[in-house]
């Protein structure tokens, strides 16, 4: 049992069983190699694929393909043709493809998350940059191009309790959704799905009217980190209103505390770290559609690899 402080001053447990943890920690390797739920399918779902297809049938499946998108998290293309064309020499998978067919089918792979099976949930909401191909930066740099290189921010909603990802949004710096919006989104998705939101946790860009109404329309309870300068009249927000006058009566750390605050870490802080030491925080693609879709799988290989160490 591991003992700490969180960030606002309230003490925190970790009560995680580390043989189990570390055995979990063993199987993400494991997936990597892992090929028998390929192969066992592989024909069958090679003719759901090619039913009624028009043209070209599809000479590998989709299984393979999410694999091969794992591993171009760690790989470039053509590592990952030498490495399927050894598993194929060993006799472990069927067929291998070339590179220029994982990189089209990789590209053009939609990933999906699966929400989880419980009806309640809590939800923490936070946003992250990932950086864009590194190319180019000496020439700007010698010839006094100074302007900033955008980034593609990604913005999960997770379950701080259990870890589980519920939401991804990924867009380049000054486009699409701002994490409050998002927010919205990704909680109205889930009650479209049937799921109760017990607690929402959010930072201070989070401080928005709108998202306070939707929490209150829900009865959804929230901790959000309120601002110093905040006012306590309700401006169209009396959930506003009455959340900035509980902080201000109590102080923040005591408001930290008695709204568990620093959960919030355990959903997306913790996620966003684990992510980024396994697979960096640059993206290899070059065209900004396909960077916005490697950023995505990104996020969404660390839940596979993470639901099958788990499973």
Not at 191 to 207: E, L, R, S, T
Not at 238 to 248: D, F, G, I, L, P
């Amino acid at each position: 049992m591991t003992k700490w402080i969180s960030s606002s001053g309230k003490p925190l447990i970790d009560n995680r069983n580390w043989k189990i943890y570390n055995e979990e920690l063993v199987r993400h390797g494991e997936f990597l190699l892992d090929y028998e739920w390929i192969t066992k399918n592989w024909k069958i779902e090679l003719e759901k694929m090619n039913k009624e297809k028009v043209g070209r049938k599809f000479q590998f499946p989709e299984s393979l393909i999410k694999l091969q998108a794992v591993w171009h998290q760690l790989i470039d293309y053509r590592e990952i043709e030498g490495i399927t064309r050894v598993v194929v020499a060993t006799a472990q998978l069927p067929g291998f493809n070339d590179y220029s067919t994982i990189n089209r089918r990789v590209n053009k792979l939609e990933v999906d998350f699966q929400l989880p099976k419980q009806k309640f949930v809590s939800i923490a909401t936070d946003g992250t940059g990932m950086l864009l191909n590194n190319s180019g930066e000496y020439l700007r740099d010698k010839h006094g191009n100074k302007s900033r290189k955008k980034w593609i921010r990604v913005t999960i909603s997770a379950n701080p309790l259990t870890k589980e990802l519920l939401a991804c949004d990924v867009s380049l710096e000054g486009n699409g959704l701002s994490e409050p919006q998002s927010a919205k989104q990704h909680i109205q998705n889930l009650i479209k799905h049937g799921k109760i939101i017990n607690k929402f946790w959010g930072d201070g860009a989070f401080y928005v009217k709108e998202l306070f109404n939707l929490l209150e329309l829900h009865k959804i309870e929230s901790a959000i980190k309120i601002h110093k300068n905040a006012r306590s009249e309700s401006r169209g927000s009396m959930r506003k209103a009455r959340e900035v006058r509980e902080y201000k009566s109590k102080g923040y750390e005591k408001w930290a505390r008695d709204k568990d605050y620093g959960t919030r870490w355990l959903g997306t802080e913790v996620k966003f770290s684990a992510i980024k030491r396994k697979f960096g925080e640059k993206i290899r693609s070059r065209k900004i559609k396909n960077a916005l879709k490697e950023a995505k799988r990104r996020i969404w290989a660390y839940e596979e690899i993470r639901r099958y160490a788990k499973a």
